[in-house]
């Protein structure tokens, strides 16, 4: 089995170019404010951005993979106004018949040759002016639990703080949480890696929520589900993490359980700042890139309605189906933020049903 164009964000990136679902901007631009101002004038088209010249920085950024369903559907042959079943169809089948991750021996991750631990060589944007600093916003977090080893994936964002270090932000709730927790009842650190530059299926996989992923369960095969193919993993050289083999960028990292530094503030997606508070510090013990890498960024509005949105309207229909006959179709609105607010679509059984 060899996976799809998904499972690498450099053929997305080629696949949308080939299709005229790009825009490539080739004039320099600051990652320091100015780039995400000027992909805002770009937000909610359906074409995904490319800034090749950043200033300061050899490597190109990407950003709009997910603000428009029109350019997603596409990406992922389907068409848009059933990518919430086909998503929902997908994670269904991977909690019936989970295909595991497998750990290769290599992976173009590991081809870029020593990295400097230093987090300035990357071209991190700081999207808002009020933002504490360069975020990771767009990576994927790969943890095992302390007692079991099973994986969990999730996106949180982190803020840059040095060369070495973050500040992240860990929601109530939240699975990387509730294995700090453990590390800390077994005074131990808790070790995990960081994936940038990463396609739809693990993202989706990252983003399904724990309802329909339980914190047994090795959520990255949801990624597998997406890619026709077993995900690819490879073993941290410096800590004993697992990596996503064709992911652009990887962060080895260390959380010391009670570790605290204030992160924030951050423009969320509701459009208002998230405060400037104590959260947990982060220590990056190694920086491996892919030969040639791109990094990716998620700007704070449609693209995170839209993902998140997607998913959460994917689980309340596989939810609503279950028990309400008639149930057709779910839709968050961009006004709830893709969070807050659900319209159900359903076939009248009888007068009232809709109540
Ligand atoms: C772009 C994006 C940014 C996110 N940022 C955060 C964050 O900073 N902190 C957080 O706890 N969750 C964040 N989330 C939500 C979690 O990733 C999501 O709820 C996930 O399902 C949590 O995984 P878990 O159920 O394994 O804990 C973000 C999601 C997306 C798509
Ligand atoms: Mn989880």
Redesign the pocket.
């Known amino acids: 089995m060899t996976a799809n164009h998904l499972a690498d964000l450099r053929t997305i990136i080629e696949r949308l170019d080939s299709c005229g679902r790009l825009t490539r901007v080739t004039t320099e631009v600051d990652p320091k404010f100015d780039l995400a101002g000027i992909a805002a004038h770009f937000e909610s088209k359906p074409r995904a951005v490319l800034f090749e010249k950043v200033k300061g920085y050899d490597v190109p950024v990407f950003t709009g993979l997910y603000w428009s369903r029109e350019l997603l559907a596409q990406l992922m042959a389907q068409e848009e106004a059933t990518l919430p079943g086909f998503v929902s169809g997908c994670i269904q089948n991977w909690q019936k018949k989970p295909v595991p991750p497998v750990m290769v021996d290599h992976g173009p991750i590991l081809d870029g040759g020593p990295h400097p631990l230093d987090l300035s060589t990357l071209p991190i944007p700081i999207h808002a002016i009020k933002d504490g600093g360069p975020y990771f916003?767009?990576a994927v977090v790969i943890a095992r639990d302390p007692e079991t080893g099973v994986r969990?994936?999730?996106?949180?964002?982190f803020m840059v703080v040095d060369k070495d270090t973050l500040h992240?932000?860990?929601?109530a709730?939240?699975?990387?949480?509730l294995y700090l927790e453990k590390a800390k009842q077994r005074n131990e650190s808790l070790t995990f890696s960081l994936n940038c530059g990463v396609g739809p299926g693990l993202?989706f996989a990252?983003?399904?929520?724990?309802e329909a992923?339980p914190?047994d369960t090795d959520?990255l095969g949801i990624a597998s589900e997406f890619h026709g193919a077993p995900l690819e993993l490879v073993h941290g050289r410096t800590l004993p993490v697992h990596i996503v083999a064709n992911a652009m960028y990887a962060l080895e990292c260390e959380m010391i359980p009670g570790e605290l530094g204030n992160e924030g503030p951050f423009a969320e997606v509701t459009g208002y700042y998230a405060s400037r508070e104590p959260r947990p510090v982060v220590h990056v013990r190694a920086i491996h890139a892919r030969p040639d890498p791109v990094f990716q960024t998620?700007l704070s509005g449609s693209?995170?309605w839209n993902?998140?949105g997607l998913l959460g309207e994917a689980n309340v229909l596989a939810t609503l189906q279950r028990q309400v006959p008639g149930t057709r179709d779910v839709y968050f609105s961009h006004g709830g933020c893709g969070f807050y607010h659900a319209v159900v679509q359903i076939e009248q059984q009888r007068a009232g049903w809709s109540r």
């Open positions: 916003d767009a969990n994936a999730s996106i949180q964002r992240i932000n860990i929601d709730g939240r699975h990387l949480g993202h990252a983003a399904t929520p724990a992923a914190p959520e998620i693209e995170v993902s998140v």
